[in-house]
C-alpha cells in the first residue's frame, strides 16, 4: 500500500519501490480493493522479496516489519512504521491501516519536498 500510496502522492518527484521479507504471490484481495476506493489502482502489483539490489537503490528504507525480521540497511537513512500487515484481514480492518500508510506517506513525501528544494 505504502508503495502505491507514495506514488500517487510523489508523482514524479520521488520514486518507491516495494519489496517485504516474506511477499505473497499476489496482493491480498482486500488491500487492492482499499486502494482502489481511493482511486489508487494495484491490481497489477506483483509482491518483491527484498533483497540487496533493492537496498542498494534506496536513499531511504522504510519499514513496517519487526526489528528481528527487518534487514539491517547500512548507509542509508531507516524509518520504522509499527502498523499491523493487512493482508489476512478483513477490508473494514483495513481500511484504518490504509489511511494511517497514507498520512505517514504524506508526512514523508512533503518532508522529501523539503529537502529537495
Known amino acids: 500500500m505504502a508503495e502505491r500510496i507514495f506514488r500517487d502522492l510523489a508523482g514524479d ?35 518483491r522479496k527484498l533483497d540487496a539490489d533493492a ?18 540497511t ?14 489476512s484481514l478483513p477490508l473494514e480492518q483495513v481500511r484504518p491501516i490504509r489511511d494511517e500508510i497514507a498520512q505517514r506517506v504524506g508526512e514523508l513525501v512533503a518532508e522529501l519536498d523539503r529537502a529537495a528544494t
Open 13 to 47: 518527484r520521488h520514486q518507491a519501490r516495494s519489496a517485504g521479507s516474506d511477499p505473497g504471490a499476489a496482493p491480498h484481495p482486500h488491500v487492492v480493493e482499499a486502494l482502489r476506493e481511493i482511486g489508487i489502482d494495484a491490481s497489477d502489483h506483483v509482491p
Open 55 to 72: 537496498l542498494a537503490w534506496a536513499d531511504v528504507a522504510v519499514s513496517t516489519c519487526s526489528e528481528e525480521v527487518c534487514p539491517v
Open 74 to 87: 547500512p548507509g542509508m537513512r531507516r524509518i520504522g512504521w509499527k502498523i499491523h500487515d493487512p493482508k
